[in-house]
């Protein structure tokens, strides 16, 4: 052989071998112009509690239900990271890094801040979980968000750009113009849109636009929009995760399968077709799915050979991306995009897949949600007022548990019950603290000190640790943790709706007092009626000034008292027999963020009750009257016939009535048959099965008093009301109690409340977006394409979370709510609402349970179905006066009085006279319609406010106009050192917050007018709030 060729074969192996082996990635790049650009966004989307609980994601345990650790996920990709500085990664949920970054070394710490700071590592979304959009309440939303973006703010100095909602399950207007636009987002990315939205964007090329959602704020308050092209996942082939079974790139020619060409080839094809969908020449690929980068090494490392082989390619470009950097491309791109302005509800992914039970599911744990947002506003207060304590016991851990419970699969109800459990501890144990920090607050105001900041040693509580204390029977147990000032100790009855009070129950001595403390979170005066369980009537109410007022007994219903009892007992474990007799009615006034205090006062005498009316002792028609409403209803069937409002003169027939839908049922199989669910909900035909019989009376009694008329209706064994009228009350209030639902038919339940009108509505009526706006929903009709429904009574459910109303020329029929539910009107003229679902199988979307809840009692097998209390209010009026009512009523529902109580002993008299406090100067109070939403001392000495404007531009003639407060009219005695106005999640001043400019199709040579939004006036405090603004300052104070 000749030598110089041997050699020459010899150096080029080794020229070769040197080359193909280790063969270096190129990972380097960004957008290329002229070229298809591929944005590779790795992400891993991570449940606050879905299957497991949020514990147990995080640590990995409960790996028989699903294997998904959080820890490792965080532990991998921040390592995955480190070896290519061109790899990047997006995390969105603070509750999984808060607990990670806890247990970091200083020096794994500042590893992150790098790679923060370098924008490897972007926050997005950034709230403390990915909260959902239909069950939510619009305070709660902001407070989440607050949480993770202050922890975001504080340790890496970052301000989140991009809404990053991909798994909630429809959108709504507030998510978009609130909590991404008043955030500050550039861009709100979502995967959930009616599978028939996505079909006509896909062809329109409109799966991203400019979602314009307020009415009020218009253009001031938009974001742009992207739908994503494969759900959060990449196309399926080029899944990675460690559990794929999708083919990798093999790129050694050694080795057998090696396919390169193939698979740049597939990649090249899937992006030129996705591309076609979506307007300028830049994609995004979503490069993760639920808890994945468990591993991330099996994500990253065939990541780096897509990018260097398809870059090699040539044909398309293909980077490391984050949705920020995707957003600044699409607005450099200078494309006009289309203009949504409704909202993304309802959501359906199929044509027998409306997902919109969830909107009711849970109906106990949304309630206790809602109630609980009430508590922490009002602990906030007291505790802002008597300034943070500096002990441990403050407001944070409600905070943190409301926070969790905001989550897609938490208040929505999508949970594994045990989960649904874990939530509602969470939410126990939280809120004892909260009572505590508002009882001493109470408590030291009300002794007078000067400074009642210094208080801390009163103080006794230490802060329990989860694994400490409480039982899960505790969950609305009587708070009984006791502060003492002189000798009032204070408790609270978590238990008041279903009149339950051990405190007000129990047998006093005569001439015991028990001193009520009211606390009005509002910031206008309140006069309300209060209702307390009591086992007698030997009784009389002093006001606070030791005078007699008014006071009326009504009996309690027997079968009321069956549910206190069994209930009672269930939560206390132990059996609760001398339940209240009586419940015990008295008119409050109660001053502006500030508390009164009323005693019930033990007498040897009782005093006269309320005597129960039958139907038959009336004659003809049954007929309520308060001084400003009527109600009729018939003697035959015990049902309301007619609604009258005096003051307006507006009289329209009424009724009401209770049935169910079938839900059906299904299943999870090859021929999958959709089965109503926890998501879903599929009446199995659209009737829906009347409860009560024409031939009984519904009505059992009815008792006629001075302060209260109230009628009780039973319309099945499982369900049945108090129809209550306050003697001055404008509107009507319903308790409604439904369970246990039967099952032993073997047919899934929902059950609904109808109330049937002559308004002449002609398919429309109204729903609100996260108790803040109100939206027009037309039956059987979407504004952004026809509308081929299959599902007539599912595909017309939208989420009700404040009220709901619909109206014709004169007259307006509304009804609020105190949690959210699902409500429709199915027919011209009515409404109704979806109060509690009992179902027999699962709906196919991940749960893997029926929602099917009980309550058994502790140490027993006696279980039935969870029975659900709750209430409803209905006005009716002339057009022009209904959002006024809407707007008053809802907010004191939102934010109700926060009760408690003291006993004072015969000696302890000299405790009355306890003055009347306001927080706000004598005679002060905010103009109707503006409302303090957030009042918090955050824990570095500044203050968070937040101002809302409750009116929407053109509601209401009077209210629907700017309103302006004085900063110092808030804090009388306290010198404002500061005021700094803030975005709406508190991070960022507002003087330094940018937004981009996009052009909007058809509005190119239209100069669009955007609303008038007002600036802080510095000098005076004086600020003014637009219709639907809200404001946010942080304060300071020269104490
Ligand atoms: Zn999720």
């Excluded at 806890?102 to 997005?124: A, H, M, T, Y």
């Excluded at 759900?231 to 999708?246: A, V, W």
């Excluded at 005078?547 to 079968?559: G, H, L, N, R, Y």
Aim: a negative charge; proline letters at 4%.
């Amino acid at each position: 052989m000749n030598q110089a060729w041997l050699q020459c074969l010899l150096i080029s192996a080794l020229l070769c071998f040197c080359r193909c082996f280790p063969i270096e990635y190129n990972t380097e790049g960004g957008p290329v112009e002229g070229k298809l650009n591929v944005h590779l966004v790795p992400h891993t989307h991570d449940d606050v509690g879905w299957l497991k609980t949020v514990d147990q994601y995080y640590t990995g345990s409960n790996s028989s239900i699903q294997v998904a650790a959080v820890q490792y996920i965080l532990d991998s990709f921040i390592d995955a990271l480190q070896i290519d500085p061109n790899r990047k990664f997006i995390y969105v949920e603070v509750a999984f890094f808060k607990r990670w970054w806890r247990e970091q070394s200083k020096e794994k710490r500042e590893i992150v801040r790098k790679l923060v700071d370098s924008g490897q590592l972007e926050f997005i979304n950034g709230g403390w979980c990915m909260h959902d959009e239909a069950s939510t309440y619009y305070v709660d939303m902001i407070d989440q968000t607050t949480l993770g973006h202050r922890f975001i703010k504080k340790e890496f100095g970052m301000v989140p750009r991009i809404g990053w909602q991909i798994d909630p399950f429809g959108h709504s207007a507030v998510q978009a113009y609130l909590l991404s636009a008043e955030v500050g987002f550039d861009a709100l990315f979502f995967a959930r849109a009616d599978y028939q939205d996505i079909a006509k964007r896909r062809e329109d090329r409109t799966m991203e636009m400019i979602w314009r959602a307020s009415k009020s704020l218009g253009s001031t308050a938009q974001v742009f929009t992207g739908i994503l092209s494969h759900h959060y996942d990449p196309p399926p082939e080029f899944r990675y995760d460690i559990k794929t079974t999708e083919t990798t790139i093999q790129d050694d020619p050694f080795l057998y399968d090696y396919n390169v060409e193939e698979r740049v080839d597939l990649f090249v094809q899937l992006a030129e077709e996705q591309a076609k969908q979506f307007r300028t020449n830049h994609i995004m690929w979503t490069m993760g799915e639920d808890f994945a980068y468990e591993n991330a090494n099996t994500w990253f490392k065939q990541m780096d050979k897509l990018i260097h082989y398809v870059n090699k390619d040539g044909r398309v470009n293909v980077f490391y991306s984050t949705p920020t950097i995707y957003t600044l491309q699409k607005h450099a791109a200078n494309e006009s995009w289309p203009l949504k302005t409704d909202d993304f509800f309802p959501y359906a992914d199929c044509e027998h897949c409306y997902w919109t039970g969830y909107f009711t599911s849970r109906p106990a744990l949304k309630g206790y949600v809602r109630k609980l947002s009430g508590l922490l506003q009002a602990a906030r207060q007291l505790e802002f007022i008597v300034g943070r304590n500096k002990g441990i016991t403050n407001t944070d851990s409600l905070e943190e548990a409301m926070a969790v419970l905001q989550h897609h699969d938490g208040v929505s109800g999508t949970e594994k019950q045990h989960v649904a459990n874990d939530y509602a501890l969470r939410l126990s144990r939280a809120s004892i603290e909260a009572e505590d920090v508002m009882k001493s607050a109470l408590v030291c105001l009300m002794s007078g000190k000067l400074n009642c900041a210094d208080n801390s040693s009163s103080m006794l509580r230490t802060r329990l640790k989860p694994h400490e204390g409480h039982s899960l029977q505790e969950i609305g147990s009587s708070s009984t943790s006791k502060y003492e000032a002189g000798r009032l100790v204070l408790e609270q009855c978590p238990l008041l709706n279903i009149s339950y009070c051990p405190k007000t129950e129990s047998k006093m001595e005569a001439g015991t007092n028990l001193a009520i403390v009211i606390y009005n979170p509002l910031g206008w005066t309140r006069n309300e009626v209060i209702k307390l369980p009591v086992s007698s009537s030997a009784f009389e109410i002093l006001d606070s000034n030791g005078s007699k007022i008014q006071a009326q007994f009504v009996p309690i219903d027997p079968t009321l008292r069956k549910v206190h009892d069994y209930y009672a007992t269930a939560f206390q474990e132990a059996s609760v027999q001398d339940g209240a007799l009586f419940n015990l009615y008295f008119e409050v006034a109660v001053p502006s963020l500030g508390y009164v205090v009323y005693f019930m006062k033990a007498t040897k005498t009782e005093a006269s009750w309320t005597i129960a009316m039958k139907p038959q002792d009336f004659n003809g028609d049954i007929i309520l009257d308060s001084t400003r409403i009527q109600m009729v209803f018939s003697n035959s069937t015990g049902l309301l016939k007619q609604i009258r409002n005096y003051e307006d003169e507006v009289s329209i027939p009424m009724q009401q009535s209770f049935c169910w839908y079938n839900g059906s049922d299904g299943n999870t199989g090859e021929k999958r048959i959709q089965a109503s669910g926890a998501y879903v909900f599929r009446p199995n035909s659209s009737s829906c099965f009347h409860l009560g019989n024409t031939s009984e009376q519904a009505i059992q009694s009815v008792m006629q008093g001075d302060i209260v008329t109230e009628i009780y209706q039973q319309f099945s064994p499982w369900v049945s009301q108090v129809v209550r009228l306050y003697k001055n009350a404008d509107d009507v209030e319903i308790d409604f109690l439904v369970g246990p639902i039967p099952i032993d038919d073997n047919l899934g339940k929902e059950i609904v409340a109808r109330f049937m009108t002559n308004i002449s509505s002609s398919k429309e009526f109204y729903t609100d977006s996260n108790g803040r706006d109100f939206l027009k929903r037309i039956r059987n009709y979407r504004k952004e394409w026809d509308l081929d429904i299959h599902e007539e009574i599912a595909g017309n459910y939208y989420p009700v979370n404040l009220g709901m109303y619909l109206k014709d020329n004169e007259t307006d029929f509304s009804l609020l709510v105190d949690r959210s539910l699902g409500g429709s009107s199915i027919f011209d003229g009515e409404l109704e609402l979806m109060l509690h679902r009992r179902l027999l199988h699962d709906d196919g979307r991940g749960v893997g349970e029926a929602l099917n809840e009980s309550i058994c009692l502790n140490g027993t097998n006696s279980c039935e179905g969870l029975t659900v209390q709750g209430k409803i209010y209905l006005n009716v009026g002339p057009v022009r006066k209904a959002s006024e009512w809407r707007r008053t009523k809802g907010l004191k529902v939102a934010l109700p009085l926060q009760i408690s109580f003291a006993t004072l002993e015969e000696k302890e008299t000299n405790l009355i006279n306890i003055p009347q406090y306001s927080a706000l100067p004598p005679g002060y109070e905010l103009p109707p319609n503006i409302a303090i939403i957030t009042l918090q001392e955050l824990e570095d000495k500044l203050t968070l406010l937040r101002l809302a404007h409750l009116y929407e531009i053109g509601e209401d003639d009077k209210f629907s106009t700017p309103a302006r407060v004085d900063l110092q009219n808030l804090f009388p005695g306290r010198k404002i050192e500061e005021v700094v106005e803030l975005n709406l999640s508190g991070v960022q001043k507002k003087s330094e917050m940018t937004s981009l400019d996009w052009r909007i199709e058809g509005e190119e040579n239209d100069m669009h007018e955007a609303p008038k939004r007002n600036k802080i006036m510095n000098d005076e405090y004086l600020v003014e709030l637009a219709p639907m603004e809200i404001r946010t300052f942080q304060l300071e104070f020269d104490d």
